[in-house]
């Protein structure tokens, strides 16, 4: 019976997650006006005509959200994300070793040990969640998360962008 129990618990989780859709780029306010295209092992972005518009230099990206783009870059065989302006340029260097797209004015980054944190569009931290394992991108002004409270039970818990 508790295995039961269990397993449709999982399913549950897996469903909900299935659900999310990518939870790198973020939420469902793509800006298509430039798109994600990989040529010759590396990722840039054209734009309506076809042509580059930013060229293809990155060994991930994604969709531009609220005026950045989620990218990353290898290093010594470690992926780092960062994020791009609609230029091309580095708004906020490839240092996380995990990040989603901007939704609702932010972004979640994971720097190397430490926990989910909330970023503004230049940057700033806005606030660390200390006990999550795993934020998903914002959606009305609701994230997802999974915390550990201890070594053995994982909560699902709604934060709103103030951190509550």
């Not at 309506?48 to 293809?56: D, N, R, S, T």
């Not at 989620?70 to 791009?84: H, S, V």
């Not at 994971?110 to 989910?116: F, I, K, M, R, Y």
Request: contains cysteine.
């Amino acid at each position: 019976m508790k295995t039961r129990h269990v397993l449709s618990l999982l399913l549950a989780l897996c469903l909900a997650l299935a659900s999310c859709g990518d939870r790198k780029s973020g939420g469902n306010n793509a800006d298509m006006s430039l798109i994600p295209v990989k040529t010759g092992g590396k990722w840039g972005y054209i734009d309506h005509e076809g042509q580059f518009a930013i060229a293809p230099q990155f060994d991930y990206a994604a969709v531009f959200r609220e005026g950045r783009a989620l990218i990353g870059q290898e290093r010594e065989g470690q992926m780092l994300y960062g994020f791009i302006d609609k230029e091309g340029n580095a708004a906020i260097p490839a240092q996380y070793l995990n990040a989603t797209g901007f939704s609702d004015g932010m972004a979640w980054t994971v720097a190397e040990g430490g926990a989910p944190t909330a970023i503004a569009p230049d940057g700033s931290a806005l606030f660390t969640l200390k006990q999550a394992r795993e934020a998903y991108s914002y959606s009305e002004g609701l994230a997802w998360v999974i915390e550990a409270h201890d070594d053995t039970l994982l909560h699902c818990t709604f934060y709103d962008t103030q951190g509550r």
